[in-house]
């Protein structure tokens, strides 16, 4: 691993060099509920300790002293959503934390695929018989699969909360990005924040998008809770969205009395957020029943930290 770490280290030093400054803070206070896509010590800092440690898996996998399978607990290593740890996710994450070196603000989403599978293609499915209602078998006794040009993949859309850093007292801006949206009709997005970090504003560009002519409401304070925003748009047509959408913008205020190095979780709430497309189908979770209506999504979370 020493000669890894070594690799590791002198592709960011350029980087270093250049300037010390980062969306994170340098300091992090104690961890938080929230988990971070890329980092897997859960400090809240995306480093180059994260792009070891996901080697480091990796590497043990290679020399049978580990699984590289992504798990619960390393999951947020898996950058490209392959189901594995690999040397592909340690240069993202290496990548990502360069860029913040710089002062950079990267989107996972320049690193990655549309999930597991991508919402703009086709999703296969098995030959039902009309006459039986069964499936049809090839000559080996195996389903036959066809193309349903309607039914979207089950992970093939993802919600990106982006980071933001101010100082005590100010305000600071935290975009919602969204990718593998081929068809949209309307949404309900409900995102929530660690208190007392208070939110102001929520503003989305949906209605300057071609094609739209629908209305959209926001709430930074619903009656629900305080640590809550909400944002609803919706009309009778479909129209694209280009992957890496900024679907909507949440400015937050951080308190006055603030601690330098403190973080803010901000998080999708999918109890109350759903992307919905006009005749729109997906499968469900079993991976055979179609239901109609939303997309299944991947969210990523976000955080606002203090300088």
């Not at 994450?93 to 002062?103: A, K």
């Not at 101010?166 to 409900?190: C, D, H, N, R, S």
């Amino acid at each position: 691993m020493k000669k890894t770490t070594r690799i590791l280290s002198t592709v960011c030093a350029s980087a270093i060099a250049l300037s010390m400054c980062s969306m994170f803070s340098a300091s992090a206070s104690a961890a938080s509920a929230v988990r971070i896509m890329g980092d897997l010590n859960n400090d809240m800092i995306v480093d180059v300790q994260d792009a070891q440690t996901t080697l480091g898996i990796y590497v043990d996998a290679l020399t049978g002293l580990g699984s590289d399978d992504a798990t619960d607990k390393n999951e947020t290593g898996d950058i490209n959503m392959d189901g594995k740890i690999s040397v592909e996710d340690a240069t993202s994450i290496l990548s990502y934390y360069c860029q913040t070196l710089v002062g950079g603000q990267p989107l996972w989403a320049d690193f990655r695929t549309v999930s597991y599978q991508n919402g703009n293609g086709f999703l296969t499915h098995e030959k039902i018989d009309p006459e039986t209602g069964e499936p049809v078998l090839d000559e080996n006794g195996k389903p036959v699969l066809e193309m349903s040009n309607r039914i979207f993949a089950l992970r093939g859309m993802y919600v990106e909360i982006g980071c933001a850093a101010g100082k005590a007292g100010e305000t600071v801006t935290v975009p919602i990005y969204v990718a593998g949206v081929p068809e949209l009709a309307g949404f309900q997005l409900t995102v929530t924040h660690e208190l007392p970090l208070k939110l102001t504003d929520i503003t989305s560009k949906i209605s300057e998008q071609p094609g739209w002519d629908g209305k959209y409401e926001c709430a930074t304070n619903p009656s629900a809770a305080d640590n809550q925003g909400i944002l609803v748009a919706a009309q009778a047509n479909n129209i694209s969205l280009a992957d890496g959408f900024v679907i909507g913008e949440f400015t937050y205020q951080i308190p006055k009395d603030a601690a330098s190095g403190t973080h803010y979780a901000i998080e999708i709430d999918p109890s109350w957020t759903k992307f919905v497309s006009k005749d729109c189908t997906y499968l469900a979770a079993d991976g055979k029943h179609i239901e109609n209506g939303a997309y299944q999504y991947t969210s990523l979370s976000g955080v606002v930290t203090v300088q």
